[in-house]
T-cell receptor, first 112, second 113 residues
């Protein structure tokens, strides 16, 4: 059974710092991986989608990488800002499935 | 382009009642998926609809059901509510399939007393 784990569960950093969030999954037979952010009490905002054939995707200050063989993805946030404070979730779609399987999330706080 | 909308945003019900939640996908999107989010279990997949047909279902009891209309709008229904059904219910839409990039609505916060 697929398990998606995100470490750390919580992270506090000073404004301006670069940071890396980690996501690991146990079954490497995935179709794609998607990163989201969730603000308290709100829905999910899609950040980046990486297809299984891709190694990374970039959007602005965000860069996500995927190493399918080792079951890992990282989300790199450059020059963090207080507005980046949120919970970050990664989710995979397994080969043959149509639904997202979510990780446990990392709660990020960027201190001004 | 308008995003995914969900109504109502908040609901309070008592045990044993039933509830219906509504989701309007992004215009042109034909796939709608539903997820339940709780502090203990995190985000879990409920079901996916495409062209008015349930295409995929998660591991939830039969009290949870849904449907999709010809305009791609979707509803989910929970009958005989239990305290454990208290959760944030999220709807996501995608162009053709749950495999496409999914876009989420703001959610409906259901509280069961």
């Amino acid at each position: 059974k697929q398990e998606v784990t995100q470490i750390p569960a919580a992270l506090s950093v000073p404004e301006g710092e670069n940071l890396v969030l980690n996501c690991s999954f146990t079954d490497s037979a995935i179709y794609n991986l998607q990163w989201f952010r969730q603000d308290p009490g709100k829905g999910l905002t899609s950040l980046l989608l990486i297809q299984s054939s891709q190694r990374e995707q970039t959007s602005g200050r965000l860069n996500a990488s995927l190493d399918k063989s080792s079951g890992r993805s990282t989300l790199y946030i450059a020059a963090s800002q207080p507005g980046d404070s949120a919970t970050y979730l990664c989710a995979v779609i397994e080969t043959g499935a149509n639904n997202l399987f979510f990780g446990t999330g990392t709660r990020l706080t960027v201190i001004p | 382009k308008a995003g995914v909308t969900q109504t109502p945003r908040y609901l309070i019900k008592t045990r044993g009642q039933q509830v219906t939640l509504s989701c309007s996908p992004i215009s042109g999107h034909r796939s709608v998926s539903w997820y339940q989010q709780t502090p203990g279990q995190g985000l879990q997949f409920l079901f996916e609809y495409f062209s008015e047909t349930q295409r995929n279902k998660g591991n939830f009891p039969g009290r949870f059901s849904g449907r999709q209309f010809s305009n791609s709008r979707s509803e989910m229904n929970v009958s005989t509510l239990e305290l454990g059904d208290s959760a944030l219910y999220l709807c996501a839409s995608s162009p053709q399939s749950g495999r496409d990039e999914q876009f989420f609505g703001p959610g409906t916060r259901l509280t069961v007393l």
